[in-house]
């Protein structure tokens, strides 16, 4: 294209010089070279344009197919990453499902968990209060044996302590001899 500027524009000079001599005579006359002004205005527009399609219109045919194509080129790259980011849109959104799921079975599950673990501990609880009541009831049932042995005991010693003292009051002074020999015709025999 670079080619073409030196030549086009003498030929544009050109073209703008001869209306502006043929406005020069117009004053004089309304006519060059026996033609009305206007009609050389009119050729000296389709000459520049048909100069101008000439020199011109190949470049710039080729430059605007090149620009066609690279746009064509364009908007399919365009529309294969729109298609690509839809797709990926609808594994992202796939995947936000999938994860909602899991989180909600998550939750399920903790729930659920949540109401064994509750249940297994009320159970042990009501086992350890079941073997407390055993332990303690066992616990009064020792020391209602034992008190009522110490109370025996007690009772025991209160009835002989009661008896030494009624037979120390009933035995008299020959008692007291009497039974002092037999103990030792007791202890002699039995030596």
Do not use: C
């Not at 849109?89 to 509750?118: F, N, P, Y």
Request: proline share 2%; charged share 35%.
């Amino acid at each position: 294209m670079k080619r073409f500027i030196g030549p086009l524009t003498t030929l544009v000079l050109l073209a703008f010089a001869l209306p502006a001599f043929a406005a020069e005579e117009e004053e004089v006359a309304h006519k060059f070279l026996g033609l009305p002004v206007e009609l050389w205005k009119l050729a000296n527009l389709l000459l520049i344009l048909a100069f101008l399609v000439y020199f011109l219109g190949r470049p710039l045919k080729t430059h605007f197919r090149k620009r066609r194509e690279d746009l064509d080129e364009a908007l399919a790259r365009a529309a294969a990453e729109r298609d690509r980011a839809v797709s990926l849109a609808s594994e992202m959104t796939a995947k936000v499902a999938s994860l909602e799921k899991e989180v909600a079975e998550i939750r399920r599950r903790g729930a659920e968990e949540g109401e064994r673990e509750k249940k297994a501990q009320l159970e042990a609880a009501v086992r350890e209060a079941e073997s407390l009541r055993r332990n303690a009831a066992d616990e009064i049932e020792r020391r209602l044996a034992s008190a009522k042995h110490e109370l025996a005991a007690a009772a025991a010693d209160l009835a002989a302590g009661r008896a030494r003292e009624a037979l120390a009051a009933a035995i008299t002074d020959e008692d007291r001899r009497r039974l002092l020999d037999e103990s030792v015709q007791n202890v002699s025999r039995a030596s």
